[in-house]
Protein backbone atom coordinates (compact mmCIF):
# COMPACT_ATOMS: atom_id res chain seq x y z
CA UNK A 1 0.00 0.00 0.00
CA UNK A 2 3.04 2.32 1.27
CA UNK A 3 3.83 1.97 -2.92
CA UNK A 4 1.10 3.02 -3.76
CA UNK A 5 0.76 6.38 -2.04
CA UNK A 6 4.19 7.08 -2.63
CA UNK A 7 4.40 6.91 -6.41
CA UNK A 8 0.78 8.43 -6.90
CA UNK A 9 2.22 11.61 -4.30
CA UNK A 10 5.26 11.88 -6.71
CA UNK A 11 3.27 12.25 -9.87
CA UNK A 12 0.94 14.53 -7.76
CA UNK A 13 4.05 16.82 -6.58
CA UNK A 14 5.79 16.62 -10.34
CA UNK A 15 2.49 17.96 -11.69
CA UNK A 16 2.14 20.96 -9.17
CA UNK A 17 5.80 21.83 -9.53
CA UNK A 18 5.44 22.39 -13.12
CA UNK A 19 3.03 25.42 -13.50
CA UNK A 20 3.42 25.46 -17.13
CA UNK A 21 1.83 22.29 -17.07
CA UNK A 22 -0.78 23.19 -15.15
CA UNK A 23 -1.81 26.66 -17.33
CA UNK A 24 -1.12 24.84 -20.77
CA UNK A 25 -3.75 21.68 -19.27
CA UNK A 26 -6.18 23.74 -19.03
CA UNK A 27 -5.41 26.76 -21.77
CA UNK A 28 -5.71 24.50 -24.64
CA UNK A 29 -9.17 22.73 -24.02
CA UNK A 30 -10.40 26.29 -22.79
CA UNK A 31 -9.45 27.82 -26.48
CA UNK A 32 -10.17 24.70 -27.81
CA UNK A 33 -14.15 25.21 -26.27
CA UNK A 34 -14.27 28.58 -27.42
CA UNK A 35 -12.94 28.41 -30.89
CA UNK A 36 -14.46 25.52 -31.71
CA UNK A 37 -17.75 26.09 -30.00
CA UNK A 38 -18.23 30.12 -31.86
CA UNK A 39 -17.30 28.54 -34.76
CA UNK A 40 -19.92 25.88 -35.35
CA UNK A 41 -22.23 27.46 -33.47
CA UNK A 42 -24.22 28.72 -36.65
CA UNK A 43 -24.09 25.28 -38.72
CA UNK A 44 -24.74 23.28 -35.32
CA UNK A 45 -27.74 25.44 -34.79
CA UNK A 46 -29.35 24.10 -38.29
CA UNK A 47 -29.52 20.94 -36.73
CA UNK A 48 -30.38 21.53 -33.28
CA UNK A 49 -32.19 24.28 -31.98
CA UNK A 50 -32.11 23.02 -28.35
CA UNK A 51 -29.10 23.92 -26.92
CA UNK A 52 -26.19 25.67 -29.09
CA UNK A 53 -22.79 24.02 -29.69
CA UNK A 54 -20.97 25.84 -27.17
CA UNK A 55 -22.87 23.85 -24.85
CA UNK A 56 -22.76 20.98 -26.50
CA UNK A 57 -19.54 20.56 -27.07
CA UNK A 58 -18.48 21.88 -23.24
CA UNK A 59 -18.82 17.85 -21.90
CA UNK A 60 -16.70 16.43 -25.13
CA UNK A 61 -13.80 19.31 -24.25
CA UNK A 62 -13.96 18.17 -20.60
CA UNK A 63 -13.46 14.24 -21.62
CA UNK A 64 -10.33 15.97 -23.96
CA UNK A 65 -9.02 17.34 -21.08
CA UNK A 66 -8.92 13.68 -19.13
CA UNK A 67 -7.36 12.41 -22.92
CA UNK A 68 -4.76 14.77 -22.26
CA UNK A 69 -4.39 14.54 -18.86
CA UNK A 70 -3.58 11.04 -19.24
CA UNK A 71 -1.14 11.23 -21.92
CA UNK A 72 0.99 13.81 -20.29
CA UNK A 73 0.90 11.75 -16.99
CA UNK A 74 1.61 8.23 -18.83
CA UNK A 75 4.44 9.20 -20.98
CA UNK A 76 6.74 9.99 -18.14
CA UNK A 77 6.77 6.52 -17.74
CA UNK A 78 9.16 6.52 -20.84
CA UNK A 79 11.10 9.07 -19.22
CA UNK A 80 11.00 7.78 -16.42
CA UNK A 81 12.37 4.27 -18.17
CA UNK A 82 15.04 6.47 -19.73
CA UNK A 83 16.09 8.53 -17.18
CA UNK A 84 16.46 5.48 -15.04
CA UNK A 85 13.74 6.17 -12.34
CA UNK A 86 11.83 3.33 -13.23
CA UNK A 87 14.76 0.66 -12.35
CA UNK A 88 15.00 1.73 -8.67
CA UNK A 89 10.97 1.49 -8.74
CA UNK A 90 11.24 -2.00 -9.89
CA UNK A 91 13.97 -3.45 -7.51
CA UNK A 92 12.23 -2.33 -4.71
CA UNK A 93 10.28 -4.93 -2.64
CA UNK A 94 7.25 -3.81 -3.77
CA UNK A 95 4.33 -5.95 -5.81
CA UNK A 96 4.34 -4.90 -9.50
CA UNK A 97 0.70 -4.26 -8.76
CA UNK A 98 1.40 -1.18 -6.38
CA UNK A 99 3.73 0.59 -8.88
CA UNK A 100 1.10 -0.01 -11.11
CA UNK A 101 -1.70 1.39 -9.29
CA UNK A 102 0.83 4.46 -7.52
CA UNK A 103 1.27 5.76 -11.78
CA UNK A 104 -2.16 5.01 -12.57
CA UNK A 105 -3.89 6.91 -9.84
CA UNK A 106 -1.39 9.42 -9.67
CA UNK A 107 -2.46 9.95 -13.40
CA UNK A 108 -6.30 9.43 -13.03
CA UNK A 109 -5.82 12.51 -9.96
CA UNK A 110 -4.16 15.06 -11.89
CA UNK A 111 -6.82 14.78 -14.80
CA UNK A 112 -9.10 14.90 -11.76
CA UNK A 113 -7.50 18.45 -10.46
CA UNK A 114 -7.73 19.32 -13.95
CA UNK A 115 -11.09 18.77 -14.80
CA UNK A 116 -12.55 19.94 -11.47
CA UNK A 117 -10.31 23.68 -12.46
CA UNK A 118 -12.77 23.81 -15.79
CA UNK A 119 -16.30 22.74 -13.73
CA UNK A 120 -15.63 26.15 -13.14
CA UNK A 121 -16.35 27.41 -16.77
CA UNK A 122 -19.98 25.46 -16.33
CA UNK A 123 -22.16 28.28 -15.84
CA UNK A 124 -20.91 29.48 -19.13
CA UNK A 125 -22.72 26.33 -20.71
CA UNK A 126 -25.61 26.76 -19.39
CA UNK A 127 -25.02 23.91 -16.60
CA UNK A 128 -25.94 24.46 -12.94
CA UNK A 129 -23.86 22.61 -10.75
CA UNK A 130 -25.57 21.22 -7.73
CA UNK A 131 -23.08 19.14 -5.28
CA UNK A 132 -24.82 15.86 -6.07
CA UNK A 133 -24.25 16.36 -9.77
CA UNK A 134 -20.81 17.73 -9.01
CA UNK A 135 -20.08 14.58 -6.87
CA UNK A 136 -21.63 11.95 -9.65
CA UNK A 137 -19.57 14.10 -12.46
CA UNK A 138 -16.17 13.57 -10.39
CA UNK A 139 -16.96 9.75 -10.20
CA UNK A 140 -17.52 9.92 -13.41
CA UNK A 141 -14.15 11.82 -14.36
CA UNK A 142 -12.02 9.44 -12.04
CA UNK A 143 -13.50 6.25 -13.85
CA UNK A 144 -12.80 7.72 -17.55
CA UNK A 145 -9.57 8.94 -16.57
CA UNK A 146 -8.17 5.57 -15.27
CA UNK A 147 -9.37 3.87 -18.22
CA UNK A 148 -7.35 6.58 -20.42
CA UNK A 149 -4.80 6.40 -17.78
CA UNK A 150 -4.49 2.61 -18.12
CA UNK A 151 -4.73 2.57 -21.70
CA UNK A 152 -1.68 5.10 -22.22
CA UNK A 153 0.10 3.14 -19.90
CA UNK A 154 -0.24 0.45 -21.42
CA UNK A 155 0.81 1.94 -25.01
CA UNK A 156 3.71 3.56 -22.82
CA UNK A 157 4.96 0.39 -21.19
CA UNK A 158 5.11 -1.08 -24.83
CA UNK A 159 6.62 1.40 -26.86
CA UNK A 160 10.49 2.91 -26.45
CA UNK A 161 10.39 6.31 -27.06
CA UNK A 162 8.34 9.55 -26.86
CA UNK A 163 8.25 9.77 -30.53
CA UNK A 164 6.95 6.35 -30.68
CA UNK A 165 3.84 7.26 -28.03
CA UNK A 166 3.21 10.35 -29.62
CA UNK A 167 2.62 8.31 -33.49
CA UNK A 168 0.50 6.42 -31.50
CA UNK A 169 -1.31 9.34 -29.59
CA UNK A 170 -2.58 11.09 -33.16
CA UNK A 171 -3.48 7.28 -34.90
CA UNK A 172 -5.01 5.55 -31.79
CA UNK A 173 -5.99 8.23 -28.83
CA UNK A 174 -6.86 11.24 -30.05
CA UNK A 175 -8.99 9.46 -32.59
CA UNK A 176 -11.10 7.11 -29.99
CA UNK A 177 -11.82 11.21 -28.40
CA UNK A 178 -13.07 12.57 -32.18
CA UNK A 179 -15.06 9.37 -32.45
CA UNK A 180 -16.79 9.20 -29.19
CA UNK A 181 -19.85 11.84 -29.31
CA UNK A 182 -17.22 14.42 -27.91
CA UNK A 183 -17.44 17.15 -31.11
CA UNK A 184 -20.70 15.77 -32.87
CA UNK A 185 -24.07 13.91 -31.98
CA UNK A 186 -23.53 10.28 -33.39
CA UNK A 187 -27.13 10.54 -34.56
CA UNK A 188 -26.47 13.14 -36.92
CA UNK A 189 -23.50 11.13 -38.34
CA UNK A 190 -22.67 9.12 -41.58
CA UNK A 191 -24.32 5.92 -41.04
CA UNK A 192 -20.69 3.83 -40.90
CA UNK A 193 -19.89 6.58 -38.11
CA UNK A 194 -22.55 5.46 -35.96
CA UNK A 195 -21.38 2.04 -36.32
CA UNK A 196 -17.76 3.13 -35.49
CA UNK A 197 -19.02 5.22 -32.76
CA UNK A 198 -20.59 2.34 -31.07
CA UNK A 199 -17.43 -0.08 -30.83
CA UNK A 200 -16.14 2.67 -29.30
CA UNK A 201 -15.96 2.02 -25.77
CA UNK A 202 -14.64 5.52 -25.07
CA UNK A 203 -18.32 6.75 -26.46
CA UNK A 204 -19.75 5.04 -23.47
CA UNK A 205 -17.61 6.80 -20.89
CA UNK A 206 -19.08 9.97 -22.87
CA UNK A 207 -22.69 9.45 -23.18
CA UNK A 208 -22.44 8.73 -19.16
CA UNK A 209 -20.49 12.36 -18.79
CA UNK A 210 -23.13 13.85 -20.85
CA UNK A 211 -26.11 12.69 -19.26
CA UNK A 212 -24.66 13.66 -15.87
CA UNK A 213 -24.48 17.22 -16.98
CA UNK A 214 -27.59 17.61 -18.36
CA UNK A 215 -30.17 15.40 -16.18
CA UNK A 216 -31.06 15.11 -12.98
CA UNK A 217 -29.77 12.57 -10.70
CA UNK A 218 -33.26 11.36 -10.18
CA UNK A 219 -33.88 10.94 -13.53
CA UNK A 220 -30.24 9.15 -14.11
CA UNK A 221 -30.80 6.64 -12.05
CA UNK A 222 -33.74 5.60 -13.83
CA UNK A 223 -31.96 5.99 -17.59
CA UNK A 224 -31.36 3.09 -19.26
CA UNK A 225 -29.14 4.73 -21.58
CA UNK A 226 -27.37 6.23 -18.93
CA UNK A 227 -26.51 2.72 -17.25
CA UNK A 228 -25.93 0.76 -19.69
CA UNK A 229 -22.95 3.64 -20.54
CA UNK A 230 -21.53 3.37 -17.24
CA UNK A 231 -21.52 -0.13 -17.79
CA UNK A 232 -19.84 -0.37 -20.10
CA UNK A 233 -17.25 2.13 -19.10
CA UNK A 234 -16.92 0.63 -16.09
CA UNK A 235 -16.07 -2.85 -17.81
CA UNK A 236 -13.38 -0.75 -20.12
CA UNK A 237 -11.99 0.79 -17.41
CA UNK A 238 -11.26 -2.47 -15.85
CA UNK A 239 -10.00 -4.13 -19.02
CA UNK A 240 -7.44 -1.28 -19.03
CA UNK A 241 -6.49 -1.26 -15.33
CA UNK A 242 -5.75 -4.85 -15.08
CA UNK A 243 -4.47 -5.19 -18.73
CA UNK A 244 -1.75 -2.42 -17.18
CA UNK A 245 -0.81 -4.69 -14.38
CA UNK A 246 -0.70 -7.81 -16.49
CA UNK A 247 1.59 -6.42 -19.44
CA UNK A 248 3.87 -5.28 -16.23
CA UNK A 249 3.79 -8.71 -15.14
CA UNK A 250 4.55 -9.86 -18.51
CA UNK A 251 7.37 -7.93 -19.16
CA UNK A 252 9.10 -6.91 -16.01
CA UNK A 253 12.14 -5.34 -17.80
CA UNK A 254 9.94 -2.69 -19.10
CA UNK B 1 36.66 -20.57 10.99
CA UNK B 2 35.06 -20.55 6.91
CA UNK B 3 33.43 -17.74 6.25
CA UNK B 4 29.20 -17.18 5.82
CA UNK B 5 28.36 -17.54 2.66
CA UNK B 6 25.89 -15.12 1.82
CA UNK B 7 25.37 -15.09 -2.15
CA UNK B 8 25.61 -18.32 -3.56
CA UNK B 9 25.14 -18.62 -7.50
CA UNK B 10 25.05 -22.21 -9.08
CA UNK B 11 25.07 -22.79 -12.70
CA UNK B 12 23.57 -19.38 -13.69
CA UNK B 13 22.90 -19.44 -17.06
CA UNK B 14 20.87 -16.80 -19.13
CA UNK B 15 19.69 -16.80 -23.39
CA UNK B 16 18.46 -13.47 -24.35
CA UNK B 17 15.64 -14.72 -26.74
CA UNK B 18 16.40 -14.20 -30.71
CA UNK B 19 14.78 -11.85 -33.07
CA UNK B 20 13.59 -12.08 -36.40
CA UNK B 21 17.06 -10.04 -37.28
CA UNK B 22 18.88 -11.94 -34.14
CA UNK B 23 19.89 -15.22 -33.20
CA UNK B 24 19.22 -15.90 -29.60
CA UNK B 25 22.42 -14.99 -27.65
CA UNK B 26 23.72 -16.84 -24.47
CA UNK B 27 24.75 -14.59 -22.08
CA UNK B 28 25.64 -15.98 -19.49
CA UNK B 29 27.20 -19.92 -19.30
CA UNK B 30 26.48 -22.14 -16.23
CA UNK B 31 28.08 -19.45 -14.08
CA UNK B 32 28.82 -20.68 -10.23
CA UNK B 33 30.45 -18.85 -7.60
CA UNK B 34 30.12 -18.35 -3.64
CA UNK B 35 30.28 -14.89 -1.90
CA UNK B 36 31.15 -14.64 1.70
CA UNK B 37 29.35 -11.99 4.04
CA UNK B 38 31.59 -8.81 4.13
CA UNK B 39 33.37 -9.24 1.09
CA UNK B 40 33.83 -6.78 -1.94
CA UNK B 41 33.99 -8.65 -5.03
CA UNK B 42 34.25 -7.22 -8.54
CA UNK B 43 33.17 -8.34 -11.65
CA UNK B 44 35.31 -7.52 -13.99
CA UNK B 45 34.84 -7.79 -17.81
CA UNK B 46 34.26 -5.80 -21.35
CA UNK B 47 31.14 -5.11 -23.14
CA UNK B 48 28.72 -8.12 -23.83
CA UNK B 49 30.91 -10.64 -21.07
CA UNK B 50 28.02 -11.06 -19.17
CA UNK B 51 28.32 -9.17 -16.34
CA UNK B 52 25.41 -6.76 -16.91
CA UNK B 53 23.09 -9.69 -17.45
CA UNK B 54 24.62 -11.08 -13.84
CA UNK B 55 24.40 -8.45 -12.31
CA UNK B 56 20.48 -7.60 -13.52
CA UNK B 57 19.68 -11.53 -12.10
CA UNK B 58 21.61 -10.39 -8.94
CA UNK B 59 18.99 -7.01 -9.21
CA UNK B 60 16.20 -9.25 -9.53
CA UNK B 61 15.79 -7.06 -12.46
CA UNK B 62 15.97 -10.34 -14.71
CA UNK B 63 14.73 -13.90 -14.54
CA UNK B 64 17.73 -16.56 -15.20
CA UNK B 65 16.76 -19.12 -18.27
CA UNK B 66 18.45 -21.64 -15.97
CA UNK B 67 20.27 -21.93 -12.68
CA UNK B 68 19.90 -20.70 -9.33
CA UNK B 69 20.78 -18.08 -7.15
CA UNK B 70 20.61 -17.71 -3.22
CA UNK B 71 21.13 -14.55 -1.43
CA UNK B 72 20.87 -15.36 2.49
CA UNK B 73 17.79 -17.27 2.99
CA UNK B 74 16.18 -16.47 -0.28
CA UNK B 75 15.93 -18.13 -3.15
CA UNK B 76 16.02 -15.27 -5.37
CA UNK B 77 14.29 -16.51 -8.39
CA UNK B 78 11.37 -18.03 -6.79
CA UNK B 79 11.22 -15.71 -4.29
CA UNK B 80 12.43 -12.34 -5.79
CA UNK B 81 10.23 -9.91 -3.25
CA UNK B 82 11.62 -11.41 -0.13
CA UNK B 83 15.77 -11.28 -1.67
CA UNK B 84 14.87 -7.03 -2.70
CA UNK B 85 14.46 -6.53 0.76
CA UNK B 86 18.29 -7.39 1.24
CA UNK B 87 19.49 -5.41 -1.67
CA UNK B 88 20.82 -1.28 -1.97
CA UNK B 89 21.61 -1.10 -5.55
CA UNK B 90 23.61 1.68 -7.41
CA UNK B 91 22.65 1.89 -11.26
CA UNK B 92 25.04 2.94 -13.66
CA UNK B 93 22.39 5.01 -14.98
CA UNK B 94 20.81 7.52 -11.91
CA UNK B 95 17.75 6.10 -10.48
CA UNK B 96 16.59 9.28 -8.79
CA UNK B 97 14.20 11.65 -9.37
CA UNK B 98 15.94 15.06 -10.87
CA UNK B 99 12.71 17.16 -10.56
CA UNK B 100 12.64 16.34 -6.69
CA UNK B 101 14.77 17.48 -3.21
CA UNK B 102 17.59 14.68 -2.21
CA UNK B 103 15.45 14.42 1.39
CA UNK B 104 12.44 13.53 -1.13
CA UNK B 105 13.97 11.31 -2.83
CA UNK B 106 15.17 9.27 0.01
CA UNK B 107 11.53 9.56 1.65
CA UNK B 108 10.18 8.10 -1.54
CA UNK B 109 12.52 4.94 -1.19
CA UNK B 110 12.60 4.72 2.41
CA UNK B 111 8.63 4.13 2.34
CA UNK B 112 9.14 1.82 -1.42
CA UNK B 113 11.30 -0.26 0.96
CA UNK B 114 8.63 -0.37 4.32
CA UNK B 115 10.69 1.80 6.28
CA UNK B 116 7.82 2.77 9.01
CA UNK B 117 7.50 6.53 8.79
CA UNK B 118 8.55 7.57 12.63
CA UNK B 119 11.83 5.49 11.58
CA UNK B 120 12.50 7.00 8.56
CA UNK B 121 12.70 10.70 9.50
CA UNK B 122 15.61 9.26 11.72
CA UNK B 123 17.29 7.29 9.39
CA UNK B 124 17.54 9.40 6.35
CA UNK B 125 19.04 12.69 9.22
CA UNK B 126 21.49 9.81 10.25
CA UNK B 127 22.04 8.68 6.41
CA UNK B 128 22.41 12.47 5.81
CA UNK B 129 25.03 12.96 8.12
CA UNK B 130 27.25 9.68 7.57
CA UNK B 131 27.19 10.61 3.48
CA UNK B 132 27.93 14.28 4.48
CA UNK B 133 24.97 15.45 2.22
CA UNK B 134 23.45 17.67 4.93
CA UNK B 135 23.51 21.15 3.14
CA UNK B 136 22.34 19.25 0.30
CA UNK B 137 19.04 18.00 2.01
CA UNK B 138 16.90 20.59 -0.13
CA UNK B 139 18.34 20.94 -3.36
CA UNK B 140 16.36 19.35 -6.23
CA UNK B 141 19.01 16.09 -7.26
CA UNK B 142 19.08 17.99 -10.98
CA UNK B 143 21.28 20.71 -9.30
CA UNK B 144 23.39 18.35 -8.33
CA UNK B 145 27.21 17.75 -9.27
CA UNK B 146 28.06 14.32 -10.87
CA UNK B 147 29.60 12.79 -7.90
CA UNK B 148 27.43 14.73 -5.43
CA UNK B 149 24.50 12.79 -7.12
CA UNK B 150 26.32 9.47 -7.01
CA UNK B 151 26.12 9.93 -2.84
CA UNK B 152 22.90 10.04 -3.40
CA UNK B 153 22.50 7.46 -5.06
CA UNK B 154 24.90 5.74 -2.88
CA UNK B 155 22.72 7.02 0.45
CA UNK B 156 19.57 5.99 -1.27
CA UNK B 157 20.51 2.62 -1.73
CA UNK B 158 22.23 2.08 1.66
CA UNK B 159 18.64 3.64 3.27
CA UNK B 160 17.49 0.27 4.15
CA UNK B 161 20.31 -1.17 6.00
CA UNK B 162 20.73 -3.72 2.90
CA UNK B 163 23.02 -6.68 3.64
CA UNK B 164 24.56 -6.16 0.17
CA UNK B 165 25.46 -3.66 -1.92
CA UNK B 166 25.28 -3.83 -5.70
CA UNK B 167 27.35 -0.98 -7.77
CA UNK B 168 26.76 -1.28 -11.17
CA UNK B 169 29.61 0.54 -13.01
CA UNK B 170 29.17 3.08 -10.18
CA UNK B 171 31.66 5.85 -11.37
CA UNK B 172 31.14 5.71 -15.07
CA UNK B 173 31.15 9.37 -16.06
CA UNK B 174 32.75 10.91 -13.09
CA UNK B 175 36.20 12.72 -13.31
CA UNK B 176 39.16 11.39 -11.40
CA UNK B 177 38.32 13.11 -8.20
CA UNK B 178 34.76 12.26 -7.38
CA UNK B 179 35.28 8.91 -8.45
CA UNK B 180 37.63 8.69 -5.91
CA UNK B 181 35.47 10.35 -3.07
CA UNK B 182 33.41 8.07 -3.98
CA UNK B 183 35.33 5.32 -3.06
CA UNK B 184 36.64 6.60 0.01
CA UNK B 185 32.74 6.42 1.23
CA UNK B 186 32.61 3.17 0.63
CA UNK B 187 35.84 2.32 2.07
CA UNK B 188 34.95 4.07 5.24
CA UNK B 189 31.45 2.25 4.85
CA UNK B 190 32.59 -0.58 5.38
CA UNK B 191 35.36 -0.41 8.12
CA UNK B 192 32.06 0.49 9.71
CA UNK B 193 29.39 -1.83 8.68
CA UNK B 194 29.57 -5.85 7.91
CA UNK B 195 28.54 -4.93 4.34
CA UNK B 196 29.30 -6.88 1.36
CA UNK B 197 29.57 -5.28 -1.73
CA UNK B 198 29.47 -6.40 -5.55
CA UNK B 199 30.70 -4.29 -8.20
CA UNK B 200 30.63 -4.34 -12.05
CA UNK B 201 33.17 -2.57 -13.73
CA UNK B 202 35.57 -2.76 -16.45
CA UNK B 203 38.39 -0.16 -14.64
CA UNK B 204 41.17 -2.26 -13.82
CA UNK B 205 42.18 -0.13 -10.45
CA UNK B 206 38.75 -0.29 -9.21
CA UNK B 207 39.04 -4.16 -9.24
CA UNK B 208 42.10 -4.08 -7.96
CA UNK B 209 40.29 -2.80 -4.81
CA UNK B 210 38.30 -5.26 -4.64
CA UNK B 211 38.66 -8.59 -2.05
CA UNK B 212 38.38 -10.99 -5.14
CA UNK B 213 38.12 -10.71 -8.53
CA UNK B 214 35.86 -12.41 -11.08
CA UNK B 215 37.02 -12.36 -14.58
CA UNK B 216 34.19 -12.73 -17.12
CA UNK B 217 34.42 -12.69 -20.95
CA UNK B 218 32.11 -14.07 -23.11
CA UNK B 219 29.54 -15.26 -20.85
CA UNK B 220 32.02 -17.60 -18.76
CA UNK B 221 33.64 -16.91 -15.34
CA UNK B 222 37.34 -17.71 -15.87
CA UNK B 223 38.71 -17.09 -12.40
CA UNK B 224 37.46 -16.03 -9.28
CA UNK B 225 40.37 -15.49 -6.66
CA UNK B 226 42.08 -12.37 -4.89
CA UNK B 227 43.75 -10.16 -7.46
CA UNK B 228 47.12 -11.07 -5.72
CA UNK B 229 46.67 -14.61 -6.77
CA UNK B 230 45.11 -14.21 -10.20
CA UNK B 231 48.25 -12.08 -10.65
CA UNK B 232 50.77 -14.83 -9.60
CA UNK B 233 48.97 -17.06 -11.93
CA UNK B 234 50.58 -15.17 -14.74
CA UNK B 235 53.69 -14.89 -13.30
CA UNK B 236 56.53 -12.79 -10.99
CA UNK B 237 56.96 -10.72 -14.17
CA UNK B 238 55.93 -9.93 -18.19
CA UNK B 239 58.09 -9.28 -20.71
CA UNK B 240 56.20 -7.20 -23.39
CA UNK B 241 58.55 -7.11 -26.17
CA UNK B 242 57.15 -4.82 -29.35
CA UNK B 243 59.60 -5.22 -32.56
CA UNK B 244 59.12 -6.13 -36.58
CA UNK B 245 58.58 -9.85 -37.68
CA UNK B 246 57.02 -10.92 -34.23
CA UNK B 247 55.40 -14.15 -35.48
CA UNK B 248 58.54 -15.41 -36.04
CA UNK B 249 60.10 -14.27 -32.95
CA UNK B 250 57.05 -16.40 -31.20
CA UNK B 251 58.16 -19.00 -32.74
CA UNK B 252 61.56 -18.83 -32.16
CA UNK B 253 61.43 -18.38 -28.31
CA UNK B 254 58.78 -21.53 -28.39
CA UNK B 255 61.38 -23.61 -29.85
CA UNK B 256 64.70 -22.57 -28.25
CA UNK B 257 63.57 -21.67 -24.98
CA UNK B 258 60.44 -23.07 -24.48
CA UNK B 259 58.80 -19.87 -23.55
CA UNK B 260 55.06 -19.45 -24.43
CA UNK B 261 54.28 -15.85 -25.95
CA UNK B 262 50.85 -14.62 -27.15
CA UNK B 263 50.62 -11.47 -29.70
CA UNK B 264 48.28 -9.41 -28.10
CA UNK B 265 47.58 -6.03 -30.33
CA UNK B 266 51.11 -5.45 -31.74
CA UNK B 267 53.07 -6.64 -28.95
CA UNK B 268 54.63 -9.84 -27.90
CA UNK B 269 54.01 -10.75 -24.49
CA UNK B 270 55.33 -13.53 -22.39
CA UNK B 271 55.99 -14.55 -18.61
CA UNK B 272 59.63 -14.66 -17.99
CA UNK B 273 60.64 -17.33 -15.83
CA UNK B 274 63.86 -17.15 -12.91
CA UNK B 275 66.34 -19.29 -15.07
CA UNK B 276 66.27 -16.85 -18.32
CA UNK B 277 67.30 -13.76 -17.47
CA UNK B 278 66.47 -10.37 -19.52
CA UNK B 279 70.37 -10.07 -20.99
CA UNK B 280 70.65 -13.62 -22.07
CA UNK B 281 67.23 -12.66 -24.37
CA UNK B 282 68.73 -9.85 -25.54
CA UNK B 283 71.99 -11.19 -26.56
CA UNK B 284 70.11 -14.46 -28.65
CA UNK B 285 67.71 -11.74 -30.36
CA UNK B 286 69.69 -9.01 -30.57
CA UNK B 287 68.52 -6.27 -33.22
CA UNK B 288 65.04 -7.83 -32.95
CA UNK B 289 63.14 -5.96 -30.55
CA UNK B 290 62.68 -2.15 -30.52
CA UNK B 291 61.21 -1.83 -27.27
CA UNK B 292 61.45 -3.72 -24.16
CA UNK B 293 59.07 -3.63 -21.11
CA UNK B 294 59.09 -5.85 -17.55
CA UNK B 295 56.58 -5.40 -15.48
CA UNK B 296 54.71 -7.05 -12.52
CA UNK B 297 51.63 -8.58 -14.19
CA UNK B 298 48.58 -6.38 -13.47
CA UNK B 299 44.80 -7.57 -13.93
CA UNK B 300 45.18 -6.51 -17.46
CA UNK B 301 48.19 -9.05 -17.58
CA UNK B 302 45.41 -11.91 -15.79
CA UNK B 303 42.94 -10.30 -18.52
CA UNK B 304 44.88 -11.07 -21.49
CA UNK B 305 46.33 -14.46 -19.76
CA UNK B 306 42.93 -16.19 -19.58
CA UNK B 307 41.74 -14.45 -23.15
CA UNK B 308 44.37 -13.35 -25.18
CA UNK B 309 43.38 -9.68 -25.51
CA UNK B 310 43.61 -6.41 -23.37
CA UNK B 311 40.42 -5.63 -21.25
CA UNK B 312 40.96 -2.07 -22.14
CA UNK B 313 40.98 -2.76 -26.46
CA UNK B 314 38.38 -4.73 -26.43
CA UNK B 315 36.16 -1.69 -24.92
CA UNK B 316 36.39 0.02 -27.89
CA UNK B 317 34.35 -2.55 -29.57
Not at chain 1, 208 to 229: C, K, M, Q
Not at chain 2, 19 to 30: C, D, G, M, Q, V
Not at chain 2, 153 to 175: H, M, N, Q, V, W
Request: charged share 20%; hydrophobic share 45%.
Amino acid sequence: MNGVVVLCQRELVRFLRQPTRLVGSLAQPLLFWLFMGSGFSFSFNAFSTEITYLQYFYPGIVLMLLLFAAIFSTITLIEDRTAGFLQGVLVAPISRLSMVLGKLLGGTFIALIQACIFLFFAPFAGIELALGRAINLLFLFFLVGLGFTGLGFIIAWVVDSTAGYHAIMSVVLIPLWLLSGALFPPEDSAAWLHWVIAFNPVSYGMTAIRYAFYEPLSSLAVNPDFLFALLIALIWTTCTTVGSVLIVSRRPGG
Amino acid sequence: MASQVIIGISKLSHTYPGTRKSPPKEALKKISLDINAGEMVAFLGPNGSGKSTLLSILTTSLRPTCGSVRIGDFDLVRNPHAARRNLGVVFQNPALDAKMKVSENLKASGLLYGIPRKQLKHRIESILREMDLCEWRDAAVETLSGGLARRVELAKALLPLPRLLILDEPTSGLDPVARQEFWGTIESLRSRNSLTVLVSTHLLDEAEGCDRVAILDRGNLLAFDRPGRLQCQVGSEVLSIEGDDLENLRDELREFLHLEGQLVDSALRLTLPDSISLDELRKRFKNRFKKLTLSHPSLDDVFVHFTGKHLSSEEQF
